[in-house]
């Protein structure tokens, strides 16, 4: 139980265009997604803490106008990063809050690999 | 505001052998957990062991182990009869947030020599 399917795993698009990763919870109900950006060989980077049917939270620093998300359900987090730049370049990963924290706080997606030509 | 530091970019052990990942955290909380997470070179976020802060007695899964010192704010990783599986980066994470938003580290090269 507790899958989380992120989608797609790798995209590689030209400077310019949008482009957006699917998050689903495919046997919860995730009321909190988390959305991170993780560098080569770092750690993960806390970007924004979305909750369903409000506005996404946004970490310091990350521009709400280039990462876009949408959480409109219950079972789906969505995050566009608009006008993708070769800097956007990255690992992204999702994340869905547990219901208990003491188990697991959060599910993980497998991650997206962001590559902008 | 919570902090989590692991000191060691990078450690290496001999297959077989056991070695041990630091950990240490900051704050004011009394009642929080703390975790340890595996990322192989795939990259997928796997759940090592998992304490209570609450808990005195140390966790433990199959050949992994928690020492958790409260009082030092302390939590270190033993890795028994370590594995050429086991290589990978791993993370120390705290929280007691009620979003369950966790708190990184930044984390452990772990290298298996065979």
């Known amino acids: 139980g507790a899958v989380v399917s992120q989608h797609p795993s790798w995209v590689i698009c030209k400077s310019g265009t949008s482009v957006k990763i699917e998050c689903r919870s495919l046997?919860?109900?995730?009321?909190?997604m988390f959305w991170y950006r993780q560098f080569p060989k770092q750690s993960l980077m806390l970007m924004a803490t979305s909750n369903e049917g409000s506005k996404a939270t946004y970490e310091q620093g990350v521009e709400k106008d280039k990462f876009l998300i949408n959480h409109a359900s219950l079972t789906l987090s969505t995050l566009t990063v608009t006008s993708a730049h070769p800097e956007d370049s990255s690992f992204y990963i999702c994340?869905?809050?547990?219901?208990?924290?003491?188990?697991?706080?959060?599910?993980f997606g497998d991650g997206t690999r962001l590559s902008i030509l | 505001a919570q902090t989590v530091t692991q000191s060691q970019p990078e450690m290496s052990v001999q297959e077989a052998e056991t070695v041990t990942l630091s950990c240490t955290y900051d704050t004011s909380e009394s009642d929080y957990y703390l975790f340890w997470y595996k990322q192989p070179p795939s990259r997928q976020m796997i759940l090592v062991i998992r304490?209570?802060?609450?808990k005195q007695q140390n966790a433990t899964e199959n050949r992994f182990s928690v020492n958790f010192q409260k009082a030092a704010k302390s939590f270190s990783l033993k890795i028994s009869d370590s594995q050429l599986g086991d290589a990978a980066m791993y993370f120390c994470?705290?929280?007691?947030?009620?979003?369950?938003?966790?708190?990184w580290g930044a984390g452990t090269k772990l290298i298996i020599k065979p």
């Open positions: 304490q209570e802060a609450y």
């Open positions: 994470a705290y929280t007691a947030d009620s979003n369950y938003q966790l708190i």
């Open positions: 994340s869905a809050r547990s219901v208990s924290p003491g188990r697991q706080p959060q599910h």
């Open positions: 046997d919860f109900q995730a009321t909190t």
